[in-house]
């Protein structure tokens, strides 16, 4: 049977004539007849995997809670839930679009709809539409404010990946991406922009910096070799010292934000809490981690970024 796929010569090493035996999976029989690659789209928005929902999500329960004193309201809690699957979905579908050619050059990420060619580009971008429409119009249910401050979550959304080309910590972008949310979330509630929510804001980049960091030290050696940059090959040995600042910088400006909104002592004892267990990652870094261990690292942090949240809530229950 002749090679179905344009680019199995550079998958094999095979000519684009060489009969070789194709097996297709039952996804992509089903995908076949019903005209829609149904299992390529759940794998390209990751719907599998909802870590980064929950670390771009738990900064704006943050900026919720702290701007109403402890009691959002259940509407806004939905909206901002809603918005956090959708603007991360958006987010990873703009990363695998810019970043096709290098997944297929790191292990990791070969088998990925578009790096592995199982996806046309089109459906992509047509799943990308439908996504980012359902998120513009969450924003007519939240104050005019947020509606000006919405274009530069996406614009952030859409810089990162290409930040990889040019900035020796990408890290620092996605930061900023990550916590734009909790501005949009205060102004949500506040209609206006005081100053904890610019201690959480930077409190939530300085954490994605640090999760983040961690995050790419599985794709350290691919990484170094076709060229893409990251925090993990930038700071080398002093990784560990890097991932440390970050997160002490977070820990300080979550205590600000917390004392300027006059919340409770059991605040407190959960970012005194999160610092040790902090210390104990930090601890872990000076040694080599292998890629599955830095994942396990990684993933941990929605439980440290979860324990804050209790905190924040209980502080104002005292």
Not at 113 to 131: D, T, Y
Not at 245 to 257: I, N, P
Request: net charge positive.
């Amino acid at each position: 049977m002749p090679c179905r796929h344009n680019r199995c010569d550079k998958l094999t090493g095979l000519g684009p004539y060489a009969k070789v035996p194709v097996m297709t999976p039952p996804s992509a029989s089903l995908a076949a007849s019903s005209g829609v690659p149904w299992a390529a789209l759940i794998r390209l928005i990751r719907l599998r995997n909802q870590t980064g929902t929950a670390l771009l999500l738990i900064p704006t329960l943050w900026s919720l809670v702290l701007a109403t004193h402890g009691l959002p309201a259940l509407r806004l809690i939905a909206i901002f839930v809603a918005g956090s699957f959708l603007m991360r979905s958006a987010g990873v579908i703009l990363n695998d679009l810019a970043d096709q050619s290098f997944d297929r050059e790191v292990a990791r990420t070969k088998v990925r709809p578009l790096a592995s060619g199982e996806l046309p580009r089109s459906f992509a971008w047509a799943l990308l539409s439908i996504i980012l429409l359902a998120a513009a119009t969450l924003l007519f249910f939240l104050h005019p404010l947020v509606m000006w401050l919405a274009p530069v979550a996406l614009c952030l959304a859409a810089l990162y990946p290409f930040s990889k080309r040019w900035i020796p910590v990408p890290q620092a972008v996605l930061g900023l991406a990550f916590g734009w949310g909790t501005v949009m979330a205060w102004a949500a509630v506040q209609a206006r922009l005081d100053l904890p929510v610019w201690c959480l804001f930077a409190a939530a980049a300085a954490w994605a910096v640090a999760y983040d960091t961690i995050y790419a030290l599985q794709d350290r050696e691919d990484d170094g070799r076709i060229g893409v940059k990251s925090a993990a090959l930038f700071f080398g040995s002093l990784t560990w010292l890097a991932v440390g600042a970050a997160l002490c910088t977070m820990l300080v400006l979550l205590g600000a934000a917390g004392w300027m909104t006059k919340i409770g002592w059991p605040y407190y004892a959960a970012l005194l809490s999160v610092g040790l267990f902090f210390a104990v990652q930090i601890a872990e870094l000076r040694r080599p981690v292998d890629p599955h261990r830095a994942f396990a690292l990684f993933r941990a942090h929605v439980w440290a970024g979860a324990l804050i949240l209790g905190g924040m809530v209980a502080g104002f229950l005292v």
